[in-house]
């Protein structure tokens, strides 16, 4: 049985989810409403169940392994649920659209553009790139970030090859079959996958890029969909910078920062869109600009209110606290005898998957082979860190019980592979 199935059961045996047509008499559709609110009442439970029990990387964080897990989990969640966004909830009922570009005024007046132009020169202050020089904006994720990044690239260079690391996110590959250019994976060349949490080093590539002669003739997009926002508070951490020659940077809204709603952001240069990207559309009396048409104008909103609240400051903190829950994490699992790797500046704590796959399952765990990963969000406190080990704990334990016998002859006795283990170490 694994957390959640009950519910899973009934939202299963409702049969509700059908959408047919309401009935006609008013009895049998007040019983009607009372089946849909048993429903969403049921699905919230569900919902909040998964929630409780998440320690799963956040949806996208590596490609091959959330293609695989995906289709396990059947709830999509935002990850970072520390935060209360009901001051701004009510927005939902209103019909904003931010078509086109945000920094021009369109037809449609229903917008929340002030508010994403706020975000925006909230993030060009992170990466150090002067309001007069900078054009961005909030994206429905990373995957459109990267899109956009990428067709700048292209557009810029219309003959070039994306190089990248054969590591990096799937949407980086799926731009580049999109818009059928060349793309040459580098075996992991750089500071390691995103796998294992690490980071490119920019300065490297940009030495590298010169020395094989292509200096000025290069156009870097920084992916950086959860690191993006970390880099700039930790101290030792490789420099994200606009400062760099870089061309544009993405992150994603509902990773770090836990946005209830899949949205990104994504800055770039000025520059450079005006050189290749700006078409005028008298439809929409807008720049073309940005990848989709009608924008979300929800996510700005949410997004602000976020940043408005943590501030540079708070999420600093939040950072701070995170790597020390990764690092608490990983001296805890190695302690159990279980092998893990954690990169310095990084959240993702890498160990060997657990046999048990109800254990998995119940918590979410991306699998890829013999590894799990689990990225330790603002969201995965001490608290449920704790929680996790001693389940973790006692499923390797119940696995190991046909051989264990230290109830009959005491610990020091026993040879089984837990008991084993932790000999080995005591030597
Ligand atoms: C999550 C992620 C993406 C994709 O972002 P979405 O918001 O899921 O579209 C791209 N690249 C990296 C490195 C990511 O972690």
Redesign the pocket.
């Known amino acids: 049985m694994t957390a959640g199935s009950l519910v899973d059961e009934l939202l299963s045996s409702m049969g509700g989810f059908h959408i047919d047509e309401p009935p006609s008499a008013a009895s049998e559709l007040e019983k009607r409403q009372d089946d849909m609110a048993n429903l969403l009442a049921t699905f919230k439970e569900h919902l909040q169940e998964r929630s409780a029990h998440s320690i799963a990387p956040?949806?996208?964080?590596v490609g091959r392994i959330n293609e695989e897990s995906r289709t396990r989990r059947n709830a999509g969640y935002p990850i970072n649920f520390e935060f209360d966004f009901g001051p701004v909830i009510e927005f939902l009922n209103m019909r904003l659209n931010n078509a086109g570009d945000p920094f021009m005024e369109c037809n449609y007046g229903i917008h929340s553009k002030k508010f994403e132009i706020a975000v925006l020169d909230w993030f060009a202050r992170l990466w150090e790139l002067p309001k007069d020089q900078y054009w961005g904006y909030v994206t429905s994720?990373?995957?459109e970030g990267?899109m956009h990044g990428l067709l700048v690239g292209r557009e810029l260079f219309p003959e070039g090859i994306i190089y990248t690391s054969c590591d990096s996110?799937y949407?980086i590959f799926k731009a580049a079959k999109m818009y059928r250019v060349q793309c040459i994976k580098i075996d992991t060349l750089f500071s390691g996958t995103?796998m294992k949490g690490a980071v490119d080093d920019l300065d490297e590539i940009v030495m590298i890029l010169e020395n094989c002669g292509f200096a000025n003739r290069f156009y870097i997009h920084c992916?950086s969909?959860?690191v993006g926002l970390m880099m700039p508070f930790i101290k030792q951490a490789p420099k994200l910078t606009f400062k760099k020659p870089i061309g544009s940077i993405c992150i994603?809204g509902?990773?770090f920062i836990g946005c209830p709603i899949?949205c990104?952001v994504l800055i770039t240069r000025l520059m450079d869109i005006n050189h290749v990207m700006s078409t005028n559309i008298e439809y929409i009396s807008s720049n073309d600009t940005t990848i989709e048409g009608s924008r979300n104008g929800h996510a700005p909103i949410f997004l602000w209110y976020a940043l408005k609240r943590i501030g540079y400051n708070g999420l600093g903190k939040m950072v701070e606290n995170c790597l020390k829950n990764a690092q608490y994490l990983a001296l805890r699992l190695r302690e159990m005898g279980v092998s893990v790797f954690l990169n310095a500046l990084s959240i993702t704590v890498v160990f060997e998957r657990p046999k048990d796959e109800t254990f998995v399952r119940k918590w979410q765990l991306a699998c890829q082979g013999k590894i799990a990963h689990v990225v330790v969000m603002p969201n995965v406190s001490l608290e449920r860190i704790n929680m996790f080990l001693e389940e973790f704990t006692k499923s390797r334990i119940a696995l190991l019980q046909d051989k264990c016998v230290a109830g009959d002859v005491g610990q020091e006795n026993c040879l089984c592979s837990l008991h084993l283990d932790r000999k080995k170490e005591a030597v």
């Open positions: 956040t949806l996208g964080t994720g990373g995957t990267n996110h949407s995103t992916d969909a959860l994603s509902h990773k899949p990104g």
